[in-house]
């Protein structure tokens, strides 16, 4: 079993950043591919980064592109995600993933995603 323990939310002005942070219990962390999904209220959960186990490919969301990097630590267990430029549009919930499958292309979709953490909040304020 793997836990993931999100961290780094809060409020930020527009044009801010925010550090994300994603705990991950587990030796296996480092074989995992990862993904960040945020959640805004009324809207479904949406990619916003995914990474594959070894951290040579990554995917962004269209919306994020240029401004938000993720990032994997195996020595650390951890995930990050760094926002730069950050927008109104960027409040939501955001979440880790990991997925138990060693992809070499990070999946973009919920169900590829083995194991979740509770959440953090980000909220962006204009």
């Known amino acids: 079993q793997v836990q993931l323990v999100e961290s780094g939310g809060g409020l930020v002005q527009a044009g801010g950043s925010l550090r994300l942070s994603c705990a991950a219990s587990g030796r296996s962390f480092s074989t995992y591919a990862m993904a960040w999904f945020r959640q805004a209220p009324g809207k479904e959960r949406q990619v916003v980064a995914a990474i594959s186990w070894s951290g040579g490919s990554t995917y962004y969301a269209d919306s994020v592109k240029g401004r938000f990097t993720s990032s994997k630590d195996s020595a650390k267990n951890t995930l990050y995600l760094q926002m730069n430029s950050l927008k109104p549009e960027d409040t939501a919930v955001y979440y880790c993933?990991?997925?138990?499958?060693?992809?070499?292309?990070?999946?973009?979709?919920?169900?590829?995603?083995?194991?979740w953490g509770q959440g953090t909040q980000v909220t962006v304020s204009s």
């Open positions: 993933a990991a997925d138990r499958a060693r992809a070499v292309v990070p999946s973009k979709a919920e169900e590829s995603y083995d194991y």
